[in-house]
Nanobody
């Protein structure tokens, strides 16, 4: 079974920083893209950032310049460094991966359980 496990969420004051981690495990063959999405109450889920195994990055417009996504291919892990956090960044952050794994070799879309990020004074 493929598992995505997030960590690093919590409560932080405006202007503060958090670093989220997401580790993929299981009989993984290839990871093509990993990324972070977030969903606040009453709002649709939105892309925060994504990264391909080749290191190409994409950011949502609301976080570009403040957040940085990075990955460790050897550890099947993606990180999200969040700086200059704002109250509107408060949301549940979900790790996403597009990967292939045994026994199903086709590319699938997988999600973590989410980690709460709360930005409040």
């Amino acid at each position: 079974q493929v598992r995505l496990v997030e960590s690093g969420g919590g409560l932080v004051q405006p202007g503060g920083s958090l670093r989220l981690s997401c580790a993929a495990s299981g009989s993984i063959l290839s990871i093509y893209t990993m990324g972070w999405y977030r969903q606040a109450p009453g709002k649709q889920r939105e892309l925060v950032a994504s990264i391909t195994s080749g290191g190409m990055r994409n950011y949502g417009g609301s976080v570009k310049g403040r957040f940085t996504i990075s990955g460790d291919n050897a550890q099947n892990t993606v990180y999200l460094q969040m700086n200059s956090l704002k109250p509107e960044d408060t949301a549940v952050y979900y790790c996403n991966a597009k990967l292939s794994a045994q026994p199903i070799r086709a590319v699938g879309d997988y999600w973590g359980q989410g980690t709460q990020v709360t930005v409040s004074s």
